[in-house]
């Protein structure tokens, strides 16, 4: 009987980690520059909707168009230019953590059905690197967003760049980063933010990836209690 409690527990667990801990990311395949969504090495299929406001910039700031089409349930970009930076936002959608786990479902969908423990509205951000620019340092706009110090493309590995993170315009104290191109979980490891939202992260070798997860409370919306934020950057991205 206890082992049965200890795997259930487990599950849930395993169930929340899998519901919030979601992010937003790029990667190449067959030359094509695709939009990903998952958590660590796993990819999950999501409707291509769910890829929004994508933005293109090019090395001396301006904007570049950058066409979207999908391919298997997948967002491909197709910039007809060169930007050196791409940004989108990910919808992630409505999350209700029950008695039995995590359910894709809005919070009056789940009255009724199960016992609601948490509810939650996911939007994640990303923004790629891809080639050195004047703009490294500009915001997106994006709710939650890692504004780099440094070019992130000029930073040789084992050098420190420096990272502000900022909320809805303001910086984010005690956020706890995601590093690693494996799309690694946080630890106990993992830098935190400062007062003035300032963290170091130490470069590896690869595709480089970081990210901060929020979750503020939600008001006015009666399918969510909180939003479930993640903001991210990527660069090191192999151009060929």
């Not at 939650?120 to 340092?137: H, I, P, Q, T």
Request: hydrophobic letters at 40%; glycine letters at 10%; a neutral charge.
């Amino acid at each position: 009987m206890l082992k049965k409690i200890c795997f259930a527990v487990v599950l849930l667990l395993l169930a929340a980690t899998l519901a919030s801990a979601h992010d937003t990311w790029l990667e190449k395949k067959d030359g094509e520059l695709n939009v990903i969504y998952g958590h660590g090495q796993e990819h999950d299929v999501y409707a291509p909707s769910s890829v929004k406001d994508v933005k293109g910039i090019d090395m001396k700031g301006g904007a570049v168009t950058v066409p979207i089409s999908s391919k298997k349930d997948t967002v491909i970009l197709d910039p007809k230019e060169k930007p050196a930076i791409v940004a989108w936002v990910f919808n992630g959608g409505y999350h209700v953590k029950t008695t039995d786990g995590w359910k894709k479902m809005g919070k009056r969908e789940a009255q009724g059905k199960y016992q609601v423990v948490e509810s939650v509205r996911g939007e994640k951000y990303c923004k790629a690197f891809l080639a050195k620019s004047d703009a490294w340092a500009k915001p997106v706009g994006h709710l939650l967003e890692i504004l780099p110090q440094k070019d992130p493309m000029s930073i040789g590995v084992g050098e420190v760049l420096p990272i502000v993170v900022m909320f809805d315009g303001k910086p984010l104290e005690a956020a706890k980063l995601v590093i690693g191109e494996e799309k690694k979980s946080e630890n106990d490891s993992s830098p935190m933010t400062d007062k003035q939202g300032c963290a170091n992260v130490t470069i590896t070798k690869g595709q480089q990836f970081i990210a901060v997860r929020h979750r503020p409370a939600l008001k006015g919306d009666p399918d969510a209690d909180a939003l479930a934020l993640s903001g991210a950057v990527t660069f090191g991205l192999d151009p060929h």
